[in-house]
């Protein structure tokens, strides 16, 4: 019963993840029939649709695994590991080892607004 939940829940993935992109790629027209977007690239690199299809590969393999293997559905878990990942690496670590903004000197401060005077 519990691989058929996961069997149900990695083709549901598949299927929503596909349902996703198809969305993004779908051009809109205005009521005359004027293009007003024409949907996003799916072959763009590191966009959203990048990542959609990683997911659509990694759940059709597990499910392709899994058949051999019950410890496959494991690998289910890289999917929230390189998320974690990519939130580090392109957020949170710029954020948090930023370095600190330059302290301005009197002097410059002072060179700085006098020149700002003669602009106004």
Partial sequence: MFYQFLWLSVGGLCFATFQVMVRMAKASYSATGQLL????????????????????????????LSLL??????????????????????????????????EVSEKKQKKMERKMAKRQ
């Fill in 37 to 64: 977007d024409g949907g996003t690239d799916l072959n763009m690199e590191s966009g959203m649709a990048e990542h959609l299809k990683d997911v659509i590969l990694l759940s059709a393999v597990v499910l392709i």
């Fill in 69 to 102: 293997s019950n410890y496959c559905w494991l690998f289910l878990l890289v999917a929230p590991a390189r998320a974690i990942y990519l939130l580090w690496v392109n957020l949170l670590a710029p954020w948090f080892f930023a370095p600190a903004p330059e």
